[in-house]
């Protein structure tokens, strides 16, 4: 029986996992949960796998939750010290990050410290600060064991392997709602059309990362840090059907690839109970219905997020927290309908054009560079 400790229970992930709970109520128990400001969600996760703690992020939704539960056995908390005291609960095994944002760094930080294993569904925490957590990781003999579907699928491509054997990671990218398009198309794309991915049913943040591709920009900075890798060692390749989540090619010219349906239950399972693998209530592909798979190459200077990414992953440093940032808070803007689709690309490439790289930022540099990009975008554009 393992006990987890789940940032982020009321998002896509978060609910994902509880569905594989329920499948495998001998194998897991929820320990305590976390979310942002939706109490009723909250409320009804609490009732069904009662929690020894559960916390709000927003102080209103904390209140307002304790007074719901008030007749459960349940310690509410709130904010980023309710985070932090879940994250090192000594009854911990592992703690699944699925927050959404920077807010995941310093739980998971805090977790690794306490000897806690990482399910990471968070990009931001290794995008910004993978220079801190992997060594760290390494330190304390804590595996990080990545949720996103394109790193669960290069972490098993791996498996078992040497690094001096690996010549490069294949990262398969989807290409999103708007694959194909020029830049006038996308000049005038609403939110609910960018919102409308073809294969992936996701949270609105990220949904919004893949169709300007910066999300697969994220994730090549998160496979640097994850399999300790150059950026020109991860190269991006559009596979429209979402089969092979991502490959691996060594040295001697081998390509070993993980196939699967677009259902992130796969590598949220595989990260909870590695190394076993339990089975699943799936198909599986039917390889005669989908008759081919195809692979493109991204266009950079249509999705210009993308190549900013590997401009950010290269320059290192601070670098990586101004993409991101720049990148949250546009989404917000476009998400607000304040600015328009390819102007996220833009406020990212303006805030690292002003920013001054930070060599090796501890924690405190990192929130400061979020907080002064975060300010630069709102004396521009509200």
């Keep these: 029986m393992k006990n987890l400790v789940l940032l982020g229970s009321t998002g896509s992930i978060g609910t994902q996992t509880l569905e594989i709970a329920d499948a495998y109520p001998d194998r897991l128990r929820v320990l305590a949960l976390a979310a942002g400001s939706n109490v009723h969600k909250m ?6 796998y009662r929690p020894l703690f559960a916390v709000m992020f927003e102080e209103k939704a904390a209140r307002d939750l304790k007074e719901r539960v008030a007749d459960l056995a349940v310690t509410v ?68 064991l990545p949720v996103d579907s394109e790193h669960s699928a290069i972490f098993q491509s791996l498996n078992g392997e040497p690094k001096k054997r690996l010549k490069k990671i294949l990262l398969t990218a989807s290409g999103g709602p708007f694959r194909g398009m020029t830049r006038e198309e996308l000049a005038g794309k609403t939110v609910k059309e960018a919102l409308k991915h073809p294969n992936w049913s996701m949270g609105r943040k990220i949904t919004i990362d893949s169709a300007t591709m910066v999300n697969k920009g994220l994730e090549v900075m998160e496979a640097g840090w994850l399999f300790d890798v150059n ?27 993980q196939l699967g ?19 699943m209530d799936t198909n599986g592909i039917d390889f005669f219905q989908l008759g081919k798979i195809t692979f493109e190459e991204p266009d950079l ?12 992953f290269k320059a290192g440093g601070s670098m990586p927290t101004v993409f991101n940032a720049a990148n949250e808070k546009a989404v917000s803007l476009f998400l607000q309908e304040k600015i328009r689709f390819l102007d996220i690309a833009q406020i990212i490439g303006d805030a690292m054009n002003e920013h001054k790289v930070i060599e090796n930022p501890d924690l405190e540099q990192i929130l400061e560079t979020e907080a002064w990009c975060y300010e630069l975008i709102e004396s521009r554009c509200c």
């Design 261 to 279: 349906l677009p259902d992130m239950k796969l590598p949220i399972q595989y990260a909870l109970f590695y190394p076993d693998r339990l089975p």
């Design 77 to 144: 908390l709130v904010g980023m010290d309710g985070l932090l005291q879940i994250a090192v609960l000594p009854e911990a095994d592992v703690v699944l990050t699925a927050v959404v944002g920077m807010i995941g760094i310093r739980p998971t930080i805090e977790a690794i410290k306490a000897g806690k294993d990482i399910a990471l569904a968070n990009k931001e925490t290794l995008v910004t600060a993978g220079h801190i957590i992997m060594p760290l990781a390494k330190e304390m003999g804590v595996s990080i």
């Design 43 to 48: 409320e009804e996760q609490i009732r069904k």
């Design 301 to 312: 200077e249509t999705f210009t997020g993308l190549k900013l990414a590997y401009d950010a």
């Design 231 to 257: 950026y020109d060692q991860i190269q991006v390749v559009v596979h429209p059907q979402s089969i092979i989540h991502s490959m691996v090619e060594y040295v001697d010219g081998a390509v070993m690839a």
